[in-house]
């Protein structure tokens, strides 16, 4: 094994040029400083079938092989390389990333019981392995992107997803998380039980109270109704800051059986017409 001089074999050729061109530009981006390139070359002969001049080269066209893995590499600066190929792969190595991570559930009722939920994922590139916690474990073949999570939740649950191919690997994580709703509608009524606020027009899963709705009461009132722990409110009533509100703070029960203090809100007044409300 021996260290071939760039000069002499720069002359034979154009097609030799522009082998060591490559290889020395190569070198050159992993730190020309401390690279050197070492051919597997039999110590014999110049012009023997065992030269490595005489093997890939034959008038103008280069023949024979030499595989990147026969090309000997070293630099103080990356040990680990021990051929060119090394150092190729190196270079146009992408490491492996969860690009999306999903369930399809994403948000149910403080109450419920989710017993169906199906993960979904994606990634950059091939991958050897890929496992997801909470009981689900490793999957095999590595080219699923899918699963049905079939066990069943009461909590928030986050499940954690990891990728990996022969060298690095990656992870992302997906929520099922469980809420409390928030309310809003018109109601003829002076007060609401349980049933009146889930009678609103309008429920959605909520972690603040501030909110802004559009409503058209007639002859009603205008009913706001969220969990107590999100705190008190101030109100804009067609843009203009607005305190004719009473609050009344009530234990609620939703639709899958939990209960939690809800601070209900009702304007002091029967109203008709068009308003913007902002909660804040």
């Known amino acids: ?16 040029k522009k082998l060591f061109l490559a290889i020395l530009a190569l ?5 020309v400083s401390n ?9 014999v002969g110049e012009g023997s079938a065992g030269d490595i001049r005489y093997v890939l ?5 280069m023949t024979g092989v030499l595989t990147n893995d026969a090309i000997y590499y070293t630099n103080v600066d990356f040990g680990s390389f021990d051929s060119l190929k090394d150092a190729v792969d190196y270079l146009l190595y992408t490491s492996p990333e969860v690009t999306t991570f999903t369930n399809s559930v994403s948000v149910a009722e403080k109450g419920a019981t989710v017993s169906a939920n199906t993960l979904d994922w994606t990634v950059n590139k091939t991958i050897t392995y890929e496992a997801i916690d909470s009981g689900v474990g490793v ?16 909590t928030n649950n986050t499940w954690t997803l990891t990728v990996a191919d022969t060298v690095q690997n990656d992870t992302d994580t997906t929520t099922l998380y469980f809420r409390d709703k928030a309310w809003h509608g018109a109601s003829s009524e002076a007060t609401v039980n349980d ?8 429920g959605a899963f909520a972690t603040s109270r501030a909110s802004t709705f559009s409503i058209t009461p007639a002859a009603q009132y205008i009913y706001v ?17 607005n305190t004719d509100w009473t609050l009344s703070v009530q234990s609620h029960e939703n639709a899958s059986g939990y209960a939690v203090n809800y601070n209900v809100y009702r304007t002091n007044n029967l109203l008709t017409g068009t308003y913007s409300i902002q909660v804040l």
């Open 195 to 202: 049933a009146g606020i889930l009678a609103l027009a309008t």
């Open 139 to 154: 999957l095999t073949p590595a080219t699923l992107r899918t699963v049905d999570d079939n066990a069943s939740y009461t």
């Open 57 to 61: 080269k034959t008038g103008d066209e």
């Open 27 to 31: 070198s050159l981006l992993v730190g």
């Open 225 to 241: 109704a969220y969990p107590a722990s999100f705190g008190t409110a101030t109100f804009k009533v067609n843009g203009l800051a």
């Open 35 to 43: 690279a050197r390139i070492v051919f597997d070359k039999p110590d």
């Open 1 to 16: 094994m021996s260290i071939l001089d760039f000069g002499d074999y720069i002359k034979e050729g154009k097609k030799m």
